[in-house]
C-alpha cells in the first residue's frame, strides 16, 4: 500500500496492462479512483469502452458514427454478425498497440479467415473481432480537454510505400519491427492534400468519438479515409503513446505546441478537471 501513502499532486497513468495482461488496464485506474488519487487520462468506464472494440464500435453505430462492417466470434459462439464481404481483416477484440495485427491479419478467403480467427484465440485467450478492410489512408486525429475536446490538426500514417503484396496496415511489421522494409518506409506526419472540409469532418468525428467513450484529458481517435471520401473510425486510443514522435507529440506541433508544452497541457486538464 506504499503508493496510498505517497504525498504526490497527480500521477501522469502511463500503465497499458497489469502483470503483462492487458485487460487490467483500467483495474489500474480503478485502483486509483479507490485511493482517491488523481491522475491524467481516461478513467476505468472509458479505458473498459475503448478496450472492449466490439462494445464500442456498437457505441459507434449508436451514435451515427460509420465504423466498418464487423463480426465478433469466441470459441465458436457469435457475439455480433453483420453481413460481411472479403476481404477482412481480423485482430483481438481487447488488445492495443497493433498486438496480434501483421500482414497476415487482412483474409480473403473462408479457410484464411477461420485459420486467423483460431489463432488469435489461441494465443490471446480472445474473442476474435472481424471486420470489413477499408482501403484509403490511415489516418489519426489527437484531441485535447474535458468539457470542450479540441482536435488536434490530421496526423497521417503513410502505407504507401510498403513492400509489393503487403497489406496497407499499421501491423506490428510498420509498428514495432526495426530495421525491416516495412518499418523504414512508413513514417507519420501532417496529412497532406485534405481540403477543409474533409479536414473539419475527420476532427468534428473525433470529437464525437472522444465524447461518445467519455474519454478525458487526451485521447487518438484512428480512422480511414477512403479515396472516395468516405470516413471510417477504425477505433479510439483513450491513452496514446506519449513520446516525442508519436502522433499525439506530432500533431501537437502541427498546432504549434512544443512537445514540453503538450504534456504541460495534459497535466494541467488533469487538475483542472479534479479542482472542478
Not at 58 to 71: E, L, M, Q, S, V
Not at 195 to 201: C, G, I, L, S
Amino acid at each position: 500500500m506504499g503508493l496510498a501513502k505517497t504525498k504526490t499532486d497527480l500521477i501522469v497513468n502511463m500503465v497499458e496492462a497489469y502483470a503483462g495482461d492487458d485487460s487490467r488496464e483500467a483495474h489500474v485506474a480503478a485502483f486509483l479512483d479507490l485511493l482517491e488519487m488523481r491522475y491524467t487520462g481516461a478513467g476505468p468506464q472509458a479505458l473498459f469502452l475503448a478496450q472492449d472494440k466490439a462494445l464500442s464500435k456498437k457505441i459507434f453505430d449508436f451514435h451515427g458514427i460509420r465504423t466498418p462492417r464487423f463480426a465478433s466470434s469466441y470459441r465458436g459462439k457469435l457475439d455480433h454478425v453483420d453481413d460481411l464481404e472479403f476481404p477482412l481483416m481480423v485482430k483481438p477484440a481487447s488488445e492495443d498497440g497493433s498486438v496480434g495485427i501483421d500482414a497476415g491479419a487482412v483474409v480473403r478467403s473462408l479457410r484464411d479467415l477461420m485459420e486467423r480467427v483460431a489463432m488469435i484465440q489461441e494465443k490471446f485467450d480472445s474473442a476474435a473481432l472481424i471486420e470489413e478492410f477499408i482501403e484509403g489512408r490511415e489516418i489519426y486525429v489527437g484531441v485535447l480537454g474535458n468539457d470542450k475536446p479540441v482536435a488536434l490538426p490530421v496526423v497521417e500514417l503513410d502505407l504507401s510505400k510498403l513492400p509489393d503484396g503487403m497489406p496497407k496496415i499499421a501491423g506490428t511489421e510498420v509498428k514495432w519491427d526495426k530495421g525491416t522494409a516495412a518499418y523504414e518506409v512508413t513514417r507519420s506526419a501532417g496529412a497532406k492534400g485534405l481540403d477543409a472540409d474533409v479536414t473539419r469532418h475527420l476532427q468534428d468525428i473525433a470529437v464525437q468519438v472522444y465524447t461518445a467513450l467519455k474519454l478525458r484529458d487526451y485521447g487518438r481517435v484512428d480512422m480511414r479515409l477512403t479515396p472516395d471520401g468516405r470516413i471510417y473510425v477504425i477505433e479510439a486510443n483513450p491513452k496514446p503513446w506519449l513520446a516525442p514522435e508519436a502522433e499525439l507529440a506530432i500533431a501537437a506541433g502541427l498546432a504549434g505546441r512544443t512537445y514540453v508544452q503538450l504534456i504541460g497541457q495534459i497535466v494541467e486538464l488533469a487538475l483542472a478537471r479534479y479542482a472542478a
